[in-house]
């Protein structure tokens, strides 16, 4: 099929101020189904879960139906699918329940490829358990993570390997079933930061080679919320801090208090959006995702294929996202523009093109730009070619 930006485009509300926006990475825009469940949630009947008052019932239906859509958007099951603030939050609350059965010479490995977030909770749990923490290099020239990078720092002692599955600095997707299947090799588990990439891919937990996976509706169209999904069996096995009379089930076991039902309800209409995609997909709502996720991609290769032709013309540009392999996200700087001025100038013309390092600090330092980061473009479902022409024609006009 042809993908119908237009359609996209005028179910998203904040379109309509006419900003050129790249900043998806960050946060996506929401459309406007996903706010009419939000309030839908929010003006009928709503209780702690139950089944006696409509209320109760209501919010147990919204946590089922959230729990089914997010299974079927990453490729697991309904009972696996836990809910947090953030997956940031989800990550640090996974990582001291893992370390309570880590101690001295036992070894954890994250990435410099990574968002701090998959990072700092791993990091900070090994060293307060006793553990060293084993640094995975990524290649600057290049971007790529390789599985030779894993393999230098493997070890029998390893007992957990986190990578992301997408950098949301540089794009770059590694060969995850190959690092999966390094790490397993090595005895460890195998967690996976999916919040960049679940934006722009298929998302199958078994194939990916996790153990367990996070990521973020707001990142794909729905509102501020965590996930965490893993294998059943393993999820079973570990006892997270929780209060007494909470539940001991799976995956209630790892809620902290009442859920955002209102969020939830919007989780899981972003998840028929994305199903959407393609009008003419059929089949359950897993075959529709696939189908529209490879229309998804198609639209986003062509407009990453239009945005690197324009910036290989403009003087100056240097452009960070090499990877063979890589999301529809482009790291640049210009040369004699601090990233914050090229930020300023686009949006002063506006186009939303933030500058930073995006809390992706390891990578901005791999590649040696520090703090100050570069200017970040990310493509979402509503990005359309008018966009990125109006980001090359503002550009050209940096040093005028």
Same mark, same amino acid.
């Given at each position: 099929?042809?993908?119908?930006? @237009?359609?996209?485009?005028?179910?998203?509300?904040?379109?309509?101020?006419?900003?050129?926006?790249?900043?998806?990475?960050?946060?996506?825009?929401?459309?406007?189904?996903?706010?009419?469940?939000?309030?839908?949630?929010?003006?009928?009947?709503?209780?702690?879960?139950? %089944?006696?008052?409509?209320?109760?019932?209501?919010?147990?239906?919204?946590?089922?139906?959230?729990?089914?859509?997010?299974?079927?958007?990453?490729?697991?099951?309904?009972?696996?699918?836990? #809910?947090?603030?953030?997956?940031?939050?989800?990550?640090?609350?996974?990582?001291?329940?893992?370390?309570?059965?880590?101690?001295?010479?036992?070894?954890?490995?994250?990435? =410099?490829?990574?968002?701090?977030?998959?990072? %700092?909770?791993?990091?900070?749990?090994?060293?307060?358990?006793?553990?060293?923490?084993?640094?995975?290099?990524?290649?600057?020239?290049?971007?790529?993570?390789?599985?030779?990078? *894993?393999?230098?720092?493997?070890?029998?002692?390893? =007992?957990?390997?986190?990578?992301?599955?997408?950098?949301?600095?540089?794009?770059?997707?590694?060969?995850?079933?190959?690092? @999966?299947?390094?790490?397993?090799?090595?005895?460890?588990?195998?967690?996976?930061?999916?919040?960049?990439?679940?934006?722009?891919?298929?998302?199958?937990?078994?194939?990916?080679?996790?153990?367990?996976?996070?990521?973020?509706?707001?990142?794909?169209? +729905?509102?501020?919320?965590?996930?965490?999904? +893993?294998?059943?069996?393993?999820?079973?096995?570990?006892?997270?801090?929780?209060?007494?009379?909470?539940?001991?089930?799976?995956?209630?076991?790892?809620?902290?208090?009442?859920?955002?039902?209102?969020?939830?309800?919007?989780?899981?209409?972003?998840?028929?959006?994305?199903?959407?995609?393609?009008?003419?997909?059929?089949?359950?709502?897993?075959?529709?995702?696939?189908?529209?996720?490879?229309?998804?991609?198609?639209?986003?290769?062509?407009?990453?294929?239009?945005?690197?032709?324009?910036?290989?013309? *403009?003087?100056?540009?240097?452009?960070?996202?090499?990877?063979?392999? %890589?999301?529809?996200?482009?790291?640049?700087?210009?040369?004699?523009?601090?990233?914050?001025?090229?930020?300023?100038?686009?949006?002063?013309? +506006?186009?939303?093109?933030?500058?930073?390092? #995006?809390?992706?600090?390891?990578?901005?330092?791999?590649?040696?730009?520090?703090?100050?980061?570069?200017?970040?473009?990310?493509?979402?479902?509503?990005?359309?070619?008018?966009?990125?022409? %109006?980001?090359?024609?503002?550009?050209?006009?940096?040093?005028?």
């Amino acid at each position: 099929m042809a993908y119908d930006v @237009a359609a996209v485009r005028a179910r998203v509300p904040a379109l309509k101020s006419g900003t050129a926006r790249f900043d998806a990475p960050g946060g996506t825009q929401t459309p406007q189904p996903v706010i009419d469940a939000i309030a839908a949630a929010l003006t009928a009947p709503l209780a702690n879960r139950g %089944r006696h008052t409509e209320g109760e019932r209501n919010s147990d239906r919204i946590v089922t139906e959230a729990r089914s859509a997010l299974a079927d958007l990453l490729g697991t099951t309904p009972g696996t699918v836990v #809910f947090g603030r953030s997956a940031t939050q989800l990550v640090y609350d996974l990582s001291r329940t893992l370390a309570k059965g880590w101690g001295p010479g036992d070894e954890v490995v994250v990435t =410099r490829l990574d968002h701090d977030s998959n990072i %700092r909770p791993w990091t900070q749990a090994a060293e307060a358990a006793g553990a060293t923490v084993r640094w995975a290099e990524f290649d600057p020239a290049t971007g790529e993570l390789r599985p030779e990078h *894993l393999r230098a720092v493997l070890s029998p002692r390893t =007992r957990l390997v986190a990578v992301t599955a997408a950098s949301n600095l540089i794009g770059t997707v590694p060969d995850l079933p190959a690092l @999966a299947a390094l790490a397993h090799r090595a005895g460890a588990l195998f967690h996976v930061d999916a919040v960049h990439y679940a934006s722009h891919a298929v998302v199958d937990l078994a194939a990916l080679g996790a153990d367990t996976l996070v990521c973020s509706p707001y990142k794909f169209l +729905g509102p501020h919320l965590g996930v965490l999904t +893993g294998r059943a069996e393993l999820l079973e096995s570990l006892r997270p801090d929780k209060l007494l009379p909470s539940a001991d089930t799976v995956p209630e076991r790892f809620e902290l208090g009442t859920l955002p039902y209102e969020s939830l309800a919007g989780a899981r209409a972003a998840v028929d959006f994305l199903a959407g995609l393609d009008p003419e997909a059929r089949g359950t709502r897993r075959e529709r995702l696939i189908a529209s996720f490879a229309a998804l991609e198609t639209h986003e290769r062509a407009l990453r294929a239009r945005l690197e032709e324009g910036l290989a013309e *403009l003087p100056g540009v240097t452009v960070y996202s090499r990877a063979a392999h %890589r999301t529809p996200t482009l790291l640049f700087t210009v040369a004699g523009h601090r990233p914050a001025e090229v930020y300023a100038h686009l949006a002063a013309h +506006g186009v939303d093109a933030p500058a930073g390092s #995006f809390y992706a600090v390891e990578a901005a330092r791999a590649l040696g730009l520090g703090a100050e980061g570069a200017v970040r473009v990310g493509l979402a479902p509503y990005s359309a070619p008018e966009d990125v022409d %109006r980001l090359l024609t503002a550009l050209a006009l940096l040093n005028d």
